[in-house]
């Protein structure tokens, strides 16, 4: 059989990883897929580079649009990034009848309604597992590993950067600004990291993991995101001494009134293999109803094992594109058609009625009665308490008065109770800082 054609839109890093494995594993690839697989035409702002990565024979634009426009194109990878052109150019294969693959996690977390739909609309497939958590096959594994299952939650280390930053934190006691600096050196943070650290990147890939795991359309405007550039060294000293390690989870959990869709640093019980996730690597543990517990880790980004994940969807649709659309796995791994009537049945719920424990540091005068009344404020509000750490006083000021760091943990709370009960600690004037608050997952 005649090989797929494929176009690749932007040659980077993992552009050229595409290229490469492809061209390594040509044999293998197209034993598994029925038929070859080649990239016959390539565009790039920059053709130099570009030509310079596939060689001669294989035509090098610097016009998208060229790739979209020709006919013998099957499947047009999309590698550009971002919201604006790449939604304008996804849009447009799929109006011209090309399947799409993508490693677009912001644009098929904002965008993706208006993309599936689309696509549906043409009989056309949107392939993306490279958006999510890199080669590690996640979406797969939610799309149709699982698919027996009544999913319960998914908690996922699904960005490289801030997980590295956190590992580095722990390892050497430095505080978030010191790390990124150096992480940025050595090319692990981007120049401008604001989408990794402050939580954005992983709130794109875990809404499209909420989407698939429960059938509700994406909603990328409803996730609650923090990041990590508030926590310091000793909150993470202090978990370690309670037996926690800390991460930025993404989290999306099955509630009773709705689906949970967050994104903020999290104790993680030193015991569970996912807070021993260290560097740059991704893990996701997803809970199924019938599979119980599974675990999948690897490199969430890098140039060949993203290219992994985009080779995997090529094969996927070279095997299907003859397929009835009906007959394909959904976009979304459920009917289209059942996603609004589930999005009513399982709102994503606001964060003020998420329900998780706590870790709070509060510096206090270290004082007859302090411990008492914030405590007391925690019953009063029906806050049960799991463990209390008091550090050792440190003197300041002149009349030897003293502070000292008080770390409570507790039990399960709703969100919004938290949120009050903060606010009248805060008001004490025993406490002498800012409340540090830090949501707490034991994942059993
Ligand atoms: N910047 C991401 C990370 C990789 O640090 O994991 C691409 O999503």
Redesign the pocket.
């Known amino acids: 059989m005649k090989p797929i054609q494929v176009g690749l839109l932007g040659i980077g890093t993992v552009g050229s990883g595409v290229f490469n494995v492809l061209q390594r594993n040509q044999d293998e690839i197209s034993r598994r897929a029925g038929r070859g697989i080649e990239i016959t035409m390539v565009a790039d702002l920059d053709v130099a580079r570009a030509k310079a990565v596939v060689g001669d024979g294989i035509q090098v634009v610097n016009d998208a649009r060229a790739i979209i426009a020709n006919p013998d194109i099957d499947i047009v990878i999309e590698l550009i990034g971002g919201y604006g052109i790449a939604r304008a150019l996804v849009l447009e294969a799929i109006a011209a009848g090309k399947h799409v693959v993508t490693a677009n996690?912001a644009l098929l977390a904002v965008h993706g309604t208006e993309i599936f739909a689309a696509a549906s609309a043409k009989g056309v497939m949107v392939a993306f597992e490279a958006a999510v958590a890199?080669g590690i096959p996640i979406i797969k594994a939610l799309r149709e590993g699982l698919t027996a299952n009544r999913i319960q939650w998914i908690a996922g280390i699904?960005?490289?950067?801030?997980n590295f930053i956190l590992s580095e934190m722990r390892d050497k006691g430095l505080d978030f600004d010191v790390v990124l600096k150096e992480a940025q050196r050595l090319g692990y943070a981007?120049a401008d990291p604001t989408?990794?650290i402050e939580g954005v990147?992983a709130a794109h890939?875990v809404t499209l993991m909420s989407a698939i795991a429960f059938g509700i359309p994406v909603q990328f405007d409803k996730a609650y995101v923090e990041g990590i550039t508030k926590l310091g060294a000793a909150d993470i000293r202090y978990a370690e001494q309670l037996g926690y390690r800390i991460k930025l989870l993404g989290i999306t959990k099955r509630a009773e009134k709705g689906v949970e869709l967050r994104v903020h640093p999290s104790l993680v019980p030193t015991k569970r293999l996912i807070a021993n996730v260290e560097g740059?690597m991704?893990a996701v543990v997803v809970q199924g109803d019938a599979v119980g517990t599974t675990l999948y880790y690897g490199k969430?980004?890098g140039s060949e094992p993203t290219a992994s994940a985009v080779i995997a969807d090529l094969v996927d649709i070279a095997r299907l594109h003859t397929a009835d659309p009906e007959h394909r796995v959904p976009h979304l791994a459920f009917q289209p058609q059942t996603l609004s009537d589930a999005m009513d049945a399982l709102p994503v719920l606001p964060m003020s009625e998420v329900v998780t424990s706590y870790y709070l540091r509060l510096r206090v005068a270290d004082q007859a009665g302090v411990l008492a009344k914030v405590t007391g404020l925690l019953a009063e509000a029906g806050v049960s308490i799991d463990a209390v750490l008091q550090r050792e006083a440190d003197e300041v000021g002149g009349e030897g008065s003293t502070q000292t760091d008080l770390i409570i943990l507790t039990h399960d709370t709703r969100e919004g109770t938290m949120d009050a009960v903060i606010a009248q600690m805060q008001a004490l004037p025993t406490v002498l800082a800012p409340i540090t608050r830090i949501r707490k997952e034991e994942l059993n």
Do not use: L, Q, S
Request: net charge negative; aromatic share 6%; no cysteine.
């Open positions: 996690k890199g699904i960005n490289g950067t801030t981007e989408f990794d990147d890939k740059a991704n969430g980004a």
